[in-house]
């Protein structure tokens, strides 16, 4: 069973600019989540979609957004970058029925900014 | 944003010792996981718990849902080398908590051989 595939795995971009990043799911799931790794503030929750609708988000701001299409794909957005937004971003998916059901992570897409 | 307590941040031990780390927390969670992180990949899952006192066993690795729902462990026993990387846990709080985990900061594992 393939696992959750993130592209790419890593990207350069400068300040001010957008950034779009790719998740595919565990074939079935229909949940994805979208955390931010950094070493200062660790592992920090940004959104969850199912079905292709936002059900649960964490406290980043604005420029951070996301979707989810109808083969449950996922894509996460990122406006006008700032330095502070270099980090390894992790999607995870489960099948999405209860909230207890443990997710499943991607290796990542490392963004850095100069 | 909230996390959860996770000690120690680091351990070097000797291969073959045991090793036990441990998560808290000021709220109730319904649901404790495990997971591992090798340099440049993504947290592996190695162990879900569900309910409050449970013991599960996964191999080498065992973890406990604490009674009050505020605190898991995991213990690995007799380690090995390629038991080095970085253990989180992580905690869903239930209800309307889709998709939404709140982790440890991790423990740094490192195995002399």
């Known amino acids: 069973k393939a696992g959750v595939t993130q592209t790419p795995r890593y990207l350069i971009k400068t300040r001010g600019q957008q950034v779009t990043l790719s998740c595919s799911p565990i074939?079935?799931?229909?949940?994805v989540s979208w955390y931010q790794q950094t070493p200062g503030q660790g592992l920090q929750f940004l959104f969850e979609?199912?079905?292709?609708?936002?059900?649960n988000k964490g406290n980043f701001p604005g420029r951070f957004s996301g979707r989810q299409f109808s083969n449950s794909r996922s894509e996460m957005n990122v406006s006008t970058l700032e330095l502070g937004d270099s980090a390894l971003y992790l999607c995870?998916?489960?099948?999405?029925?209860?909230?207890?059901?443990?997710?499943?992570f991607g290796d990542g897409t490392r963004l850095s900014i100069l | 944003g909230q996390q959860l307590n996770q000690s120690p941040q680091s351990m070097f031990i000797q291969e073959g010792e045991d090793v036990s780390m441990n998560c808290t927390s000021s709220?109730?969670?319904?649901?404790w996981l495990w997971y591992k992180q090798d340099p440049g990949e993504g947290p592996v899952l190695l162990i879900a718990?569900?309910?409050?006192?449970e013991l599960t066993s996964n191999g080498r690795l065992t973890a406990q849902f604490g009674i009050t729902r505020k605190d898991s462990f995991l213990n690995i026993s007799a380690s090995i080398p390629s038991d080095v990387g970085i253990y989180f846990c992580?905690?869903?709080?239930?209800?309307?908590?889709?998709?939404?985990?709140?982790f440890g900061q991790g423990t740094i594992l490192t195995v002399h051989p």
């Open positions: 074939s079935g799931h229909r949940s």
């Open positions: 979609y199912f079905s292709e609708t936002q059900r």
């Open positions: 709220s109730i969670f319904n649901t």
């Open positions: 995870a998916s489960s099948p999405g029925d209860f909230s207890n059901q443990p997710q499943h």
């Open positions: 992580a905690g869903i709080a239930g209800g309307t908590s889709y998709g939404k985990l709140t």
């Open positions: 718990l569900y309910k409050a006192g």
